[in-house]
Every structure is written in C-alpha cells, then in structure tokens.
C-alpha cells in the first residue's frame, strides 16, 4: 500500500515564502515519523524528510543579534505556552483557538500601507519592511489586561525607525494601527464581539518610542500566525491590547483615533492602557498578576501560577513615566 504524501508536505500549493505554523510542522514531524515506520515509509522518508527540513528550517528562521539593553533576566515564557495560550479574536475568543485556527492566515504575499499625515506615504511589501532596519531580538514582559503575563524574547527593530522615514507632518499627533480583516481567512470575524477591522492606537511620541517594536518573530523565528504574523507591534509598557498583530496599515493622524476595545467597552479600555496597579480594570484587578509558565504549563495556566505584584508601566518606569507627567492617569487610563 502507498500512501501519497498529503499536499503540505509535497509542498504542492505553499509558496516558497509561506511560513509554516509550529503545530503544522509538528504534525508533519510525526507524520513523518509514522511514515518512516510503515513499509510505505521506507521508500518515501529519506525524500519527503529532505523536502520538509529543508522548507522549515530556511522559513522559519529569523536572525537578530540581542539587544542588550532589552535583556530581562525574568526567566522566560516557554514556546509552548507563547505561542497556544493566545489572543487574537480574529480567530475565536477561546486562548487555545488562535493556535487552533490560524492556519488559515497567509502571510504573503503581505502589503503594509504606511499613509495619512507623512510626507513619504508607501505601501510597504512585507519583506522589503523586514529588511529596513537591523533586525534585534529584545526580551519583553507582555502583561494582558485580564491578568495574566509573559516574557518571551521578540525580534524586530523599533518602530521610529520606519517613522522617521516616512516623515510625519507637524499635523501628525497620533498613530492608528489597522489590522486584517477577511472573513475567507479569519472566522473569528463572523462574530460581532469587536468592531472589524480591529483597530490600535498610539500618541506619536509613543509610537517613537524606542522600546515601540515593530516585531516580525519570537524566539528566533517569524512569527506564528497566532502571535500575529507577519507584522504586529509589542509596546511593552501598555496592556497586550495595545499591541496589534497582522497590521496591514499604520496611519498617522490629527486626531486621537477610534480603538476596537475602546469602542466595545470605554469603561473598560481607555485609550491610553498603561500598566497601572493603581487603576482597577472593572473586572480584574491591576495589583497582581499570573506569569504563565511559571507552573507546570498547560491551557489554564494563568489560573494556578502563583500571583506576582504588577509593575508601574509593566516594569519599564524609568524609561516611559515622563512621556505622562502632568497626566491623571486615573483619568487617561
Ligand atoms: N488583531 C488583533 N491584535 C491583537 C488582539 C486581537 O484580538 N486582534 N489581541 C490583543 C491582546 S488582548 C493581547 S493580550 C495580545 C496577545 O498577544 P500574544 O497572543 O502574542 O501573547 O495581542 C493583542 N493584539
Ligand atoms: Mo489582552
């Protein structure tokens, strides 16, 4: 009996450029494996096992030399949990569906439309943004606001970067981040949870800030789809929604822009979203959270990680507290 090889693995119908999701790759290994115990194995392993490898690991790699500076010595969030324990709506509001679901995102070809108030508007191909600055691996706290926290180590160059080459007007004051929205893509989108296409923003000197990533992987690789391939930002000092996955325009405005969790619940998500201990979200609380990881793993476990005080600005105080002097962030929270 000969099994053909299912169509992923020929590589039939993926483009040399596509990423492979870690789940699909996993899978493929054990498909592999399985293969290479039967008797139809044996003759198409040694081919098949080359064809994978190969297309894995040039796709999957992404170099960057570590940026000292963003060293954490936190001990870091395992892949597994990184990269399972998600959110991202766009694919189901469950933690463990943008794991299961978003295989079905293409990542290229990708366009990022960077426009508005700049005096050097583009439409940004994906590889040609991915190329425009050193690509550096920074070690982040991501802190949700439902209480939970990671560490996992990014890659990507600050945002300024791109900034500063497009050339914002002096009419510029803001930054809005629009990410996809296709229903032949996303199922999550069937559902009215949230105002598509989910929509971020940031002040412009936010956004300018060094520690603003534009972020193309983790861990060393491009990002998984659920972790907001291929382009998302991490602004580390502000709650996880803050920071916007699959963007595919950044738009500089005059006006503070309208965000998707803002228009959901205002009481709730305000604009600004600084990590604040101080300032109670309505339904979690703020002084405390959960570091996944550090229990033994697995789906729920933000709920039985031993609780750690939460930081003033996520732990990045020193280097973000006087873009806000003068502000009640009671008030602008
Ligand atoms: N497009 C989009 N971006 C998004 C979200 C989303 O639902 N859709 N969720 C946000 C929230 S609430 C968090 S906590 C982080 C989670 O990022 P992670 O899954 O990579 O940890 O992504 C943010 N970016
Ligand atoms: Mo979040």
Wanted: hydrophobic residues 40%; aromatic residues 12%.
């Amino acid at each position: 009996m000969l099994i053909p090889p299912p169509k992923w693995l020929r590589g039939e119908d993926i483009a040399a450029s596509d990423i492979t999701p870690r789940a699909l790759f996993e899978s493929r290994r054990r498909w592999l494996a399985a293969m290479a115990a039967g008797a139809a194995g044996s003759a198409l392993a040694p081919w098949a096992a080359r064809q994978a490898f190969a297309q894995d690991a040039g796709a999957r790699k992404l170099a960057a030399k570590p940026n000292a500076a963003y060293a954490l010595t936190d001990k870091r969030t395992p892949y597994r949990e990184v990269t399972t324990y998600n959110n991202f709506y766009e694919f189901g509001t469950d933690k463990a569906d943008p794991a299961r679901h978003a295989g079905t995102l293409r990542t290229r070809p990708w366009q990022v439309s960077v426009e508005g108030l700049v005096k050097r508007p583009k439409v940004y191909d994906i590889d040609e943004l991915m190329r425009l600055a050193a690509l550096e691996e920074r070690v982040y706290r991501l802190r949700c606001v439902e209480g939970w926290s990671m560490v996992i180590p990014w890659t990507g160059y600050s945002l300024a970067e791109l900034i500063r080459r497009v050339e914002p007007q002096g009419s510029a004051k803001f930054v809005e981040f629009v990410t996809l929205a296709d229903k032949k893509q996303m199922p999550g989108l069937g559902s009215p949870v949230l105002d598509w296409p989910y929509r971020e923003g940031l002040r412009l000197d936010e956004a300018m800030h060094p520690l603003t990533l534009l972020t193309f992987g983790l861990y060393g690789e491009v990002l998984p789809n659920q972790n907001g391939a291929p382009v998302r930002v991490v602004v580390p000092w502000k709650y996880g929604f803050k920071s916007a996955k699959s963007i595919v325009a950044i738009r500089f405005v005059d006006k503070q822009p309208a965000t998707s969790w803002n228009m959901a619940a205002p009481q709730e998500y305000g604009f600004y979203s600084n990590v604040n201990p101080a300032v109670d979200h309505p339904r979690w609380s703020q002084a405390t959270e959960r570091r996944i990881g550090d229990d033994a793993g697995g789906g729920f476990a933000a709920l039985f990680a031993p609780k750690r005080k939460t930081l003033p600005f996520n732990g990045y105080a020193e280097q973000v507290a006087s873009l806000y002097q003068g502000m009640d962030l009671r008030k602008f929270y």
